[in-house]
């Protein structure tokens, strides 16, 4: 069973930075499709960042662009999603999810990038418990 778990939330003010990780483990395959997702209070969940690993392609919200950068350690595995220039609106908990699956055949990894970085999260199985990120003005 694959498990994921977040580290590096905190409270930072406006205009600071942050870097998430997310620690995998457990796998039976790999992912081909990792991501970091958000939810405010009272809001619901949205993308912010995904990456097709197979060739590194990524999704971004509009209202993260420039701002965050995903990533991935391939060795470890760990997915990282560094944050720059933090606004209040940015104040959430964030979520880790991938999939665990055979790398797509010869054929399908077109179809299988564009499902990761679609922003509904359809390409993902599994998801950590969150870390809270809290942005001050």
């Known amino acids: 069973q694959v498990q994921l778990v977040e580290s590096g939330g905190g409270s930072v003010q406006a205009g600071g930075s942050l870097r998430l990780s997310c620690e995998v483990s457990?796998?039976?395959?790999?992912?081909?499709?990792m991501g970091w997702f958000r939810q405010a209070p009272g809001k619901e969940r949205e993308a912010v960042a995904t990456?097709?690993?197979?060739?590194?392609?990524?999704y971004y919200a509009d209202s993260v662009k420039g701002r965050f950068t995903i990533s991935r350690d391939n060795a470890k595995p760990t997915l990282y999603l560094q944050m720059n220039s933090l606004k209040p609106e940015d104040t959430a908990m964030y979520y880790c999810?991938?999939?665990?699956?055979?790398?797509?055949?010869?054929?399908?990894?077109?179809?299988?990038?564009?499902?990761?970085?679609?922003?509904?999260?359809?390409?993902?199985?599994?998801w950590g418990k969150g870390t809270l990120v809290t942005i001050s003005s």
């Open positions: 999810a991938a999939d665990d699956r055979p790398l797509p055949a010869r054929g399908l990894s077109t179809a299988v990038a564009a499902l990761c970085l679609k922003p509904d999260a359809s390409a993902l199985d599994y």
């Open positions: 457990g796998y039976t395959y790999g992912s081909n499709c």
């Open positions: 990456i097709y690993t197979g060739g590194g392609s990524t």
